[in-house]
């Protein structure tokens, strides 16, 4: 070979290339259908047009009922410009792999169904009808709870999200009932020059009494805090950056700061079945005239003895004088920032279980994931569930180890 064929043969390898970058492609193509909300007054939206955008170009598939946004104020045609085919019917949409939805599938929802199909919903015990996982189970739908999912950190971070927003708004709802416009003393919720500064009482330091004692201190209100925890407490205070008057749940030192507040707010969470009642009918009847309860805990049974479930619709009612607010659902008033904030957790989950080849192969990879799963193949793998409908209970981790 001649030195001049050498030169020739070499040249383009000397000369400078354009670096090309490999495209990664998703290991598994996902379809995912989101039907539009039957459940009373649930106005949020598990996944917003942004987050939709981001499932397409990572080469997976969406399918949305016909005006499943609109409640949250995202159009049909948000959707359909970030990718979504747009359904005429939740029977199509139900034709999907994969279901996402706000509130649990109906037991008419639970029939559009078929083996092997993975539902991604929050798990509402309290209202589940006792057929409910009995049908999900006959038609072997893998199901997942993401209120139970939780990160590397083992925090469970839609209940995080929700608890935030609950918190927050828990305080823009009292401000509006201490209000004339709507009946209450004529009080604002905060603090003026001059004048002695609203009292809130906030039972529960968890992410909900968090949040609310921050947007009660921000409004200028004095603050006191209670909870079975002192840990809890000590969390909270530290949280804060500001002292503030804390207490363990003794009755009698509870129903003294209740006679002086002007609004309560109940913010306790059980693990595991109802709520604890810790504020009686009688710590009701001797708080003041016009003070505002708002009961977060409603959804788990309340903290006060006189809470009775309302709706957005009709969300208030009077007791011994005194305004109680039991609306369950109370992030479904701020539809829109609830989606986005769901949409954020749960976009992640889907992106992750495309990677990992689909939902085995993230519940294999996720310990997290793993945990927020309640039916699988037709078995019940969460022991809670199980005991509470006197069904038959495997541990995920053994099923996992046999396949």
């Known amino acids: 070979m001649t030195k001049d064929v050498l030169f020739a ?59 499943a946004g609109l409640a949250a104020h995202f159009s049909d045609h948000e959707y359909s410009e970030a990718g979504a085919v747009i359904a005429e019917s939740a029977k199509e949409v139900y034709k999907s792999d994969f279901i996402i939805k706000i509130a649990p599938p109906t037991l008419e929802e639970i029939e559009y169904m078929h083996p092997r199909q993975t539902l991604l919903s929050a798990l509402q015990l309290t209202v589940q009808p006792e057929d409910f996982l009995k049908k999900l189970i006959r038609k072997k739908v893998n199901s997942v709870a993401f209120d139970l999912i939780s990160d590397e950190a083992g925090i469970f971070p839609v209940i995080r999200a929700m608890g935030e927003i609950a918190g927050g708004t828990s305080i823009t709802i009292a401000a509006e009932l201490l209000s004339n416009v709507n009946q209450g003393m004529g009080s604002v919720l905060g603090g003026i020059s001059g004048i002695s500064p609203t009292e809130v009482v906030i039972i529960g330091a968890g ?84 003070a505002v309860i708002i009961d977060v805990s409603i959804d788990q049974g309340g903290v006060f003895e006189t809470s009775q479930v309302t709706n957005h619709t009709h969300p208030v009612f009077r007791k011994h004088e005194v305004i109680h607010y039991c609306v369950p659902n109370i992030n479904s008033r701020v539809a829109r920032t609830a989606s ?31 945990n927020g799963v309640y039916v699988f193949n037709g078995t019940v793998t969460n022991s809670y569930l199980a005991e509470s409908f006197k069904l038959p209970y495997k541990d995920i981790h053994l099923l996992m180890a046999a396949m």
């Open 207 to 290: 992410t909900v009494g968090e949040f609310a004692a921050r947007a009660a201190l921000g409004l200028g209100a004095t603050v006191k805090v209670f909870d079975r925890s002192t840990s809890r407490l000590r969390r909270l205070q530290s949280q804060l950056g500001s002292r503030i008057f804390t207490s363990v749940i003794i009755p009698k030192v509870l129903e003294k700061h209740l006679k002086t507040a002007d609004v309560a707010i109940g913010a306790l969470r059980a693990s595991e079945g109802r709520t604890p009642c810790v504020v009686s009918e009688h710590m009701v009847r001797e708080m003041k005239e016009a």
């Open 9 to 67: 043969l070499t040249k383009g390898a000397l000369m400078p290339q354009a670096e090309t970058l490999e495209i990664s492609k998703s290991k598994n193509e996902l379809f995912i259908g989101i039907p539009k909300e039957v459940a009373f007054q649930e106005n949020r939206v598990p996944l917003v047009p942004d987050a939709v955008a981001l499932l397409v170009n990572n080469g997976h598939n969406v399918c949305m009922e016909r005006g």
């Open 340 to 370: 986005f904030a769901l949409s954020n957790i749960i976009s992640q989950v889907l992106i992750n279980m495309g990677q990992e080849g689909g939902f085995e192969g993230l519940i294999r990879k996720d310990s997290g994931f793993r």
